[in-house]
């Protein structure tokens, strides 16, 4: 649906045909998409991994690792090794740890992360450890495309597997920690729904203080970009912020746009401008990405003019005049903010799950399922007993009030395993490619440029020939660093997520000549470095 009246102010609106306006400003407005961002389950063994422990099987675990580690160690040009664990299932071993104690750490790069307790303490009242000696991370990529079931499916194989490796026995698996989420593009103004007056106002909670974050915006106005109750320590963890913000800021999970796109949350005007800030981390970038969009599809020359010297940088204003142009030339950007819980086990021990579907067949993961099962109904206890948001007007007591429209819809919203469907799938995984790759090839013309200022001091020359310069610097040790480099980043990213060429990518016809002998250097010459030491760039 086209918001009409709120577009119909800006010049580009009034510009476009029926159609151009369907295909760039068309979204769903105040929608709600929900998902677990983030999963940590943990893994109880049968075996005994206390540290006077006699178990053959814990003892070769822990002799194997402990070899593994010190490999790793005094390799100083490699952070990973590759472990293959029979049948396929392979994870590279990182120097990383977690909770201390979780010195182990196994990876499915983009995918999971598996940490393993070599030792673990005794419990208080007895010789028999009750702590799990396996926790297991989802990352949110895979939660996102692939749904919170088939994600846990596919990490719990590769604990199987594992455990199966070195004969252990597995007793269950339990949830850890879990954040719930809920992405909208509902608020169009968060500071004056989350100013403090206002938001004190709304809240229904045991939480007594929270934390709000507010940036500068322009020379005399602010937006409000995060909001805390509690503390990440705590049983629950209540945070609201601007997820949109956060994903160009931190330049990863650039995937995030095309998602909220396929589910109507932004349209392609708010993609073209998010992905401008993306490519530069910047979210002060904003209005220039604005410009560019009208620069780009507007049809009034002089603001065009304006626009092309604003982002070539020949014309500076300020950034208060700069937003009043740029509003008067483009709607505003939809904002997406996120709503999350963030749960630990603490805290959801004590629920009593509801026997919604059988699932004895489930074994060693049969609390998982149950846990899954119940999500709706554990959803709807922490948005309405945790913490909820009512009308600001109202009733004196305000634990009477009824909620808010924003709260109203949040409880509303479907829930659905977000499984990316296989042609969307490929659309998410091309785009996020080209994204991260145009991230890359930017620092790297960067890069090169400050290097030709450095080997060639001050120059005008193009980048063209600062590029064959750089690659004429090259010897044969940087070759070969380059080789092991390429070696091990090729191990360290996902082979499911990158899958052959981009569809709009085709390798360069480019060479190159030495211009005192005429002689051509192919790619497979160039890759030997045949050319070090006699070409020249006179």
């Known amino acids: 649906m086209i918001q009409t009246r709120e ?12 159609n151009d306006r369907k295909y760039w400003f068309d979204f769903k407005k105040s929608k709600f998409l929900h998902n677990i961002d983030t999963f940590y389950y943990s893994v109880k063994f049968v075996n005994d991994f206390t540290a006077d422990s006699l178990d053959s099987k814990v003892m070769q675990f822990r002799k194997y690792f402990d070899a593994m580690n010190r490999k790793l160690s005094k390799n100083v040009n490699v952070d990973f090794l590759r472990l293959d664990f029979g049948s396929g299932f392979s994870l590279n071993l990182r120097p990383f740890s977690f909770a201390k ?34 926790v297991v991370q989802i990352r949110s990529y895979m939660l996102w495309i692939y749904g919170v079931n088939e994600s846990f499916e596919r990490s719990y194989e590769y604990v199987q597997a594992l455990a199966e490796h070195f004969g252990l026995q597995i007793a269950y698996a339990q949830e850890n920690r879990i954040d719930y989420c809920w992405h909208s593009n509902y608020l169009s103004n968060p500071e004056r729904f989350f100013s ?50 956060e ?10 746009f095309y998602f909220w ?44 003019s304006v626009c092309r010297r604003l982002l070539s940088g020949e014309q500076t204003i300020e950034e208060d005049t700069l937003q009043k142009f740029v509003d008067t030339l483009t709607p505003k950007v939809n904002l997406i903010m996120n709503v999350e819980y963030q749960t630990r086990r603490r805290h959801s021990k004590s629920y009593v799950l509801l026997p919604l579907r059988d699932n004895k067949s489930k074994l060693t993961a049969k609390r998982i399922y149950d846990y899954l099962d119940n999500r709706k109904l554990i959803m709807d206890y922490l948005t309405n ?14 634990s009477r009030r009824e909620m808010c429209g924003f709260w109203k819809s949040l409880r509303s919203c479907k829930l ?123």
Request: aromatic residues 12%; glycine residues 4%; proline residues 2%.
């Open 7 to 18: 577009f119909s102010k800006s010049s580009i609106f009034n510009e476009m045909g029926e």
């Open 101 to 134: 104690m979780y010195n182990v750490c196994l990876e499915y790069p983009e995918w999971f992360d598996i940490f393993l307790a070599p030792v673990v303490p005794k419990s208080s009242d007895s010789a028999v450890s009750v702590t799990c000696e396996l």
């Open 196 to 245: 403090l007056e206002n938001f004190y106002k709304m809240r229904v909670d045991r939480f007594n203080d929270a934390v709000t974050h507010t940036e500068k915006k322009g020379s005399q106005d602010y937006e409000i970009d995060y909001v805390a109750l509690g503390k990440r320590t705590d049983k629950v963890f209540v945070r609201i912020y601007m997820k949109s913000k």
């Open 247 to 256: 994903v160009v800021e931190m330049g990863y999970k650039g995937w995030f």
């Open 261 to 304: 796109l396929f589910n109507g949350l932004i349209n392609r005007y708010d993609l073209h401008v998010y992905e401008e800030c993306y490519k530069r981390r910047s979210w002060q970038y904003l209005n220039m990405a604005r410009a560019s969009f009208y620069l780009e599809h507007g049809s009034d020359e002089n603001a065009k």
């Open 385 to 398: 007993y945790v913490f909820r948001m009512v009308e600001p007007e109202g009733d004196v007591n305000k």
């Open 416 to 538: 659905i395993d977000a499984h990316i469907p296989p042609k969307q799938l490929k659309l998410v995984r091309e785009y996020s490619r080209h994204l991260n790759a145009d991230l890359v090839k930017r620092r790297a013309i960067n890069s090169i440029v400050t290097l030709g200022f450095y080997n060639k001091g001050m120059n005008e020359d193009d980048i063209m020939q600062d590029v064959v310069d750089a690659l004429c610097t090259l010897n044969d040790n940087d070759v070969e660093k380059a080789l092991r480099y390429k070696n091990k980043k090729a191990q360290q990213l996902n082979t499911d997520e990158l899958p052959g060429n981009l569809t709009y990518t085709a390798r360069s016809e480019l060479t190159i000549i030495d211009k005192t002998t005429g002689e051509v250097y192919s790619h497979n010459s160039m890759s030997k470095n045949e050319f070090q030491g006699d070409f020249t760039n006179e």
